[in-house]
């Protein structure tokens, strides 16, 4: 496919290949952005802004809500977009692009509610004659980058607030997935999106990515991604808002008086979901003693009927990782543990770029497993006595996106829900649920900032304050 900037779709002399992360196989290419094109796209994006500013809110909602039909229409081709660029299965891919519409569907609603307030200058003495209020107005032109595993909805996330918002864009897609975020584009240019206000530039982050997020006419960074990634992009922002949403190794707790057999198969889907590679994927699962044997014991009986194999497989369960490499990291990350004194308990091995969902018990704290995030098909189970351990275990990382437990206690739900130091608690359930309309984001490395479209639109408006003097 082509790149898009200011509505214009551009080839260039270098390309970079998209692969099926399955077999390698060459699924299209996309051309290889240079700093060049970075300005090009920031200089549309100044106009997309003058251009955006000056639309009615039922302009903005009117070609948000049509996006969304016409991905409707398209519904197929986006979950095989997603299912052949990425490592999503079919199935999971369908739910993802059904998320998308949705993202997209309440950014046209939330354009709706964009409100203000009157302030009461009179509270303040010699204030008494002062009436006013602010409204929110858009904050510019928006950088956008986005990671690999939900190459369409993390792009949604993005587009639809901005746009919502008033905004223009600057996107980089994730180099190895950057065709679902330009089939979306394509969506918005048909639905009447003037083409100023978003350009999909495609290239590599340590090239591009950095000189997009320097730019001094970038109002905002927007970023979904690592950690490692992440920071970079603080040190190099300067002067501009920044959005993060980063990582996790996320914590479930499960207490002696939960549904068992719900808890089983919720965990074992959140942590194989997307072969791992899940910002809200389970990691790390936290069992009271009395319950832990039997616990484990579904749990791997559950996770052994996993068919893995091609994401376009109506049949596979569970798809390969991104790529090779991150499949050897992964399998080096069990073994490292496993010679510290893991236990294995089922899987732990890969074929090409598919590793087997793995079981580990008896993680020793040393191991790089332990509280790292290992963004693939690994949990680990963990009996603990106590509410209070299982609390203090689930904090004892340097992340927190999400955070779940298992009970039928009210109070200990609540305690939890006080205690865990994570940006969202899930009660019955796991790490893994959300909708695209609550407030998402994490506390520690796991970002800065909330999405959730009327979390984003705080994020990417600005209150104006207005006073009058009578
Ligand atoms: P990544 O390696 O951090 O890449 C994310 C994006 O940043 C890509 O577009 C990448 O470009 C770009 N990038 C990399 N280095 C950059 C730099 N120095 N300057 C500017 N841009 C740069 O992450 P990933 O492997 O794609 O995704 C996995 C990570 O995302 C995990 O940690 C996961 O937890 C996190 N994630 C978080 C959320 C959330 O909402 N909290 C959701 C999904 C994923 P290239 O592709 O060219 O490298």
New binding site residues.
Partial sequence: MKMVIGGTWIDKPETIAVRNPFDGSVVDSVPRATVEDIQAAIRTARDGYEINRNLPAHRRISILLKTADIMQTRFEELAATIASEGSKTIREARKEVARAINTITISGEEARRILGETIPFDSAPGSENRVGYYYRFPIGVIAA??????PLN?VAHKLGPAIAGGNSIVL?????TPLSALKLAECFYEAGLPGEILSVVT????EI??A??RDERIRMVS????????K??TE?AGLKKIGM????NSPVIVLEDCNLEKAVSACVSGAFWAAG???IGVQRIYIQSSIYAKFRDVFVSLTQKYKTGPQQDETTDMGPM?NEQEAIRVIDWVEDAVKKGAVLLTGGTRAGSLVQPTVLENMPSSATLACN?V?GPVVMLYPVESLEEAIAASNAVDYG?QGAIFTNDLNQAFKAIREMDVGGIIVNDSTDYRVDLMP???VKN??LGR?GIKFSLQEMTEPKMVCFNL
Avoid at 172 to 176: C, G, S
Avoid at 203 to 206: A, I
Avoid at 223 to 230: D, L, N, Y
């Fill in positions: 980058i986005t990671p690999f595993n939900d993390l980089k897609p994730a180099t190895v290239g590599y982050g340590r990515g950095e997009l997020v970023f979904t991604g690592g950690v490692e990634a992440g970079r992009i190099i949403e980063l990582g996790s590679q899940n910002c991104i995030e963004f996106l998402f984001g994490g796991s970002g999405e």
